[in-house]
C-alpha cells in the first residue's frame, strides 16, 4: 500500500459524442480523490518528528518552511538574469509563495521599477520578479531616487518635486498642468504632469503643474477658485 489511495465513487462525465443532446453527461464509477494512508500518516508523523515539530492532528494545516526574504531594500540596483534589464528595487512589499504544492513554493520575490529601455514604449516598466532571477548590480543608494513609483524619470528641468508628489496618488487624475487659460493635461502620475509642463514651456509664457483639487475638477489644490468662491459666499467661514 502507498502514501496516499484513491477514492472511488460515481462521477459525472461528459457523454458519448454520438449522443443527440448537447453538452450531455453521464454517470460513471471512477476516481472522485485521494485519501492519505496509515502508512502514509505514520511518514509524515515521522518526518515532523523529524523536524522537531511532532506528529500533526488529521486535518492541521501543514507546517509551511518558507526562505526568508533576502535582504533587497528600496533603491537597490539589480539585473535580471532572464532579459537582461537593469532595473531598481521600488518600496511596495515584497513576499514569498506560500502555497504548498506550488511550483514556486518558497521562492521570494520584490518589486522592481525596470529602466525604460526605446523598444518597451513606456510599458512593462514595473514587475515582480523572484530574487533568485536576480543579481544585484549596486547597494542601495544614499542618494534620493531618480524614478517615481510609475518608473517615470522627471526631466532635468522640472520645478517641484514630482517623485515625493507621485506617493500621494490616489487614482487616474491626481495631477495637472496649467496654462493662462487654465487645466489643459491631467494624469494620475506626477512626474508625467511635470514633464509635460516642461514641454508645455516652450509654447506658453505662463505653465505649471499641481496636484488637482480633490473636490473640483481640473482646479489646482490650494488655489482652488471653487473653493475660495465657496469660502467668500458661506456667511459662517
Known amino acids: 500500500m502507498g502514501l496516499v489511495k484513491a477514492v472511488h465513487g460515481w462521477v459525472e462525465v461528459p457523454a458519448s459524442r454520438y449522443h443527440k443532446q448537447a453538452r450531455a453527461t453521464e454517470r460513471t464509477w471512477g476516481v472522485t480523490g485521494y485519501q492519505i494512508t ?20 488529521m486535518g492541521a494545516a501543514p507546517v509551511v518552511d518558507v526562505k526568508p526574504i533576502p535582504t533587497l531594500t528600496a533603491g537597490t540596483r539589480v539585473g535580471s538574469l532572464t532579459t537582461g534589464r537593469l532595473g531598481t528595487v521600488n ?70 518635486d514630482p517623485i515625493e508628489a507621485c506617493r500621494s496618488a490616489r487614482g487616474v487624475k491626481d495631477f495637472g498642468v496649467f496654462n493662462d487659460e487654465g487645466c489643459i493635461y491631467v494624469y494620475g502620475c506626477a512626474v508625467d504632469v511635470a514633464n509635460e ?41
Do not use: M
Not at 505514520?42 to 500533526?56: C, I, L, M, V
Not at 509664457?205 to 490650494?222: M, R, V
Open 38 to 57: 496509515a502508512q502514509g500518516r505514520d511518514a509524515r508523523n515521522t518526518e515532523a518528528s523529524r523536524r522537531g515539530e511532532g506528529p500533526r492532528p
Open 91 to 160: 518600496e511596495a512589499a515584497g513576499g514569498t509563495v506560500t502555497l504548498p504544492g506550488h511550483a514556486n513554493f518558497g521562492r521570494a520575490y520584490v518589486d522592481v521599477n525596470w529602466d525604460s529601455a526605446d523598444e518597451d514604449k513606456g510599458l512593462h516598466r514595473r514587475s515582480r520578479p523572484f530574487v533568485d532571477e536576480l543579481d544585484v548590480v549596486g547597494p542601495a543608494p544614499d542618494v534620493a531616487p531618480t524614478q517615481c513609483i510609475h518608473g517615470n524619470t522627471p526631466r532635468p528641468n522640472v520645478t517641484g
Open 197 to 237: 509642463a516642461v514641454k508645455e514651456c516652450a509654447e506658453s509664457d505662463y505653465i505649471t503643474w499641481s496636484k488637482l483639487c480633490t473636490e473640483h475638477e481640473e482646479q489646482p489644490a490650494g488655489t482652488c477658485e471653487k473653493c475660495h468662491a465657496d469660502e467668500d459666499d458661506d456667511p459662517d467661514a
